[in-house]
């Protein structure tokens, strides 16, 4: 299996900040690599597919970068409804695994 | 819009075999170049992908459940299903369904349902 490591498992930051969450797969998996929201009980929301291609109906301050085995997800100017937990995803081949995922809170 | 719905018991006796239904409305399960997939998540975890079954029937399943997954597909009802068997206290999840679609010669998830949470307990 291919194992997915996000960086850092969590993270504080103010509102307007800018952060960025790194994924790192365990082998390369060119661009197959997507990324999720998910807020306290609810579904994960997809964000970027193919490592920084966005979601319809995603705003532009998440970018997604990366190919092969290091990965990045930028939020730009946080606003109170992003902080949540983020993960990454590869889909490059079965089984399909995901990170253990970085939880975004406010300072 | 495709959505998606879990549904099925929230409460499942251990050694017994749990079963959930995704019910498909906005989009036909047997259209287009899709796959329909199962996730799980323990409370306070990350995510594992249980499986997948593809519009044409045929599906993989992780090997880590492979040996206790079954997912089916009903297209008259625009239906996919989930059976898990031999259940234990570990099963013990939130249940998602998802669709899998296909883009640049592999399969991304865009919906997901809300999620079901099913408990093992005697």
């Known amino acids: 299996d291919i194992q997915m490591t996000q960086s850092p498992s969590s993270l504080s930051a103010s509102v307007g900040d800018r952060v960025t969450i790194t994924c790192r797969a365990s082998?390369?998996?060119?661009?197959?690599l997507a990324w999720f929201q998910q807020k306290p009980g609810k579904a994960p929301k997809s964000l970027i597919y193919?490592?920084?291609s966005l979601q319809s109906g995603v705003p532009s301050k998440f970018s997604g970068s990366g190919s092969g085995t290091d990965f990045t997800l930028t939020i730009s100017s946080l606003q109170p409804e992003d902080f949540a937990t983020y993960y990454c995803?590869?889909?490059?081949?079965?089984?399909?695994?995901f990170g253990q995922g970085t939880r975004l809170e406010i300072k | 819009q495709v959505q998606l719905q879990e549904s099925g018991p929230g409460l499942v006796k251990p050694s017994q075999t749990l079963s959930l239904t995704c019910t498909v409305s906005?989009?036909?399960?047997?259209?287009?170049?899709?796959?329909w997939s199962w996730i799980r998540q323990p409370a306070g975890e990350g995510l594992e992908w249980i499986g997948r079954?593809?519009?044409?029937?045929?599906?993989n399943y992780n090997p880590s459940l492979k040996s206790r997954v079954t997912i089916s597909m009903d297209t008259s009802k625009n239906q996919f299903s989930l059976k898990l068997s031999s259940v234990t206290a570990a099963d013990t999840a939130v249940y998602y369904c998802?669709?899998?679609?296909?883009?640049?010669?592999?399969?991304?998830?865009?919906?997901w349902g809300q999620g079901t949470l099913v408990t093992v307990s005697s």
């Open positions: 193919a490592a920084s």
């Open positions: 906005g989009g036909s399960i047997s259209g287009g170049t899709n796959y």
């Open positions: 995803q590869q889909y490059k081949s079965y089984p399909i695994t």
């Open positions: 079954i593809y519009t044409s029937g045929s599906t």
């Open positions: 082998q390369g998996i060119r661009n197959y």
């Open positions: 998802a669709r899998g679609v296909y883009y640049d010669s592999s399969y991304y998830f865009d919906y």
